[in-house]
């Protein structure tokens, strides 16, 4: 039976780096208030003249080149974001188009934090079913171009990244083994930007508002995080009849260090089995998972056998899980 095994991971942030300190020159806050709450210190962000799809194809250059393959070998490009270049094109075609990747297809998966496992859970059963055999899946944001700097309980938590990986079939007992995707609309308001679409066309009026800034009910959202991924980290390792002591590394979605630490501590893990890096990139929403895989696959922290759990929460409400073979 036809398996989707990650053959290769690439990642990317920009240069800039953007300290707590200085955000307490933009915004009434401060270093010890936001680590305390969040565990970031400091974040990415884009220049001016970067767009996501760079940020997408620096990290999937990254990724290419670590299997050694060339773009048109891909048959297919997911990216996962909620901050495209543009509303259309896609950025997976935008990203196509950069990469030379001429036989690819190429589309967008919108579901905020959670869209890089909800495109690798699309790539997956795109190689089960054998209608295509290598993909490109990158996850991509740069939410510091949609923050109101004025707003203290947002502005302080996202940076920008991209991560990518390159799925292909195989028929060995590596790759993954399982994914899980859930949503619930009722609670789409906790996580948002209201305007730009076509609720909300862009006018004098919205901007004057500030409503193509993210919004959010911190509070509120902390609350469901915490106690949805304890139960989704538990529950996909029951669905696989694995024990946590089994696991070599849980990579959260980097959001907030309270809410990692709160899963690592229901699952019974050290946080040295935790993949952490929230503390130098912020939240990077679909971008988040992949960067902190790359990293953890760069540096030996994960090895060829190995059991890796990926979890994700984010806008819509969308939470996920992918458990790996590595």
Not at 134 to 162: P, Q, Y
Not at 182 to 200: I, K, Q, V
Not at 230 to 258: C, F, G, M, W, Y
Request: include cysteine.
């Amino acid at each position: 039976m036809l398996k989707a095994e990650i053959i290769a991971t690439g990642s990317y942030v920009p240069e800039k780096v953007l300290t707590n300190f200085d955000l307490e020159e933009m915004v009434e806050t401060s270093d010890e208030w936001i680590t305390e709450r969040t565990g970031i210190k400091e974040r990415r962000v884009s220049g001016k003249d970067q767009a996501v799809s760079d940020l997408a194809y620096e990290a999937a250059k990254n990724a290419l080149k670590q299997c050694d393959l060339k773009a048109k070998e891909i048959d297919l490009i997911i990216v996962a974001t909620v901050t495209g270049d543009m509303p259309f094109p896609s950025t997976a075609c935008i990203l196509q188009d950069r990469l030379d990747a001429k036989k690819a297809a190429a589309f967008d998966i919108n579901a905020a934090c959670s869209g890089f496992l909800f495109a690798l859970s699309t790539a997956e059963s795109f190689i089960k079913s054998g209608a295509h055999k290598r993909i490109l899946v990158v996850g991509a944001d740069a939410l510091s171009k949609f923050v109101d700097w004025a707003d203290r309980a947002t502005c302080v938590l996202f940076g920008d990244g991209a991560g990518a990986v390159i799925l292909q079939a195989a028929t060995g007992d590596s790759g993954i083994l399982s994914t899980h995707l859930y949503s619930d609309g009722s609670f789409g308001e906790m996580l948002m930007l209201p305007a730009g679409g076509s609720r909300n066309p862009a006018s004098k009026e919205t901007v004057r508002k500030s409503l193509h800034a993210i919004k959010m009910k911190g509070n509120e959202t902390f609350k469901i995080a915490v106690r949805t991924l304890e139960n989704l980290a538990v529950d996909t390792l029951k669905k696989n009849n694995l024990k946590p002591s089994q696991l070599t590394a849980l990579i959260p979605h980097q959001a907030n260090l309270r809410i990692i630490q709160a899963t690592a501590n229901r699952l019974g893990l050290p946080m040295d089995k935790v993949v952490v890096n929230i503390d130098r990139y912020g939240n990077t929403s679909a971008a988040s998972i992949p960067i902190a895989l790359d990293e953890a696959a760069r540096t030996g922290r994960i090895r060829k056998g190995d059991y890796i759990l990926l979890e994700a929460f984010g806008g819509g409400l969308t939470w996920a899980s992918a458990l790996i073979k590595w």
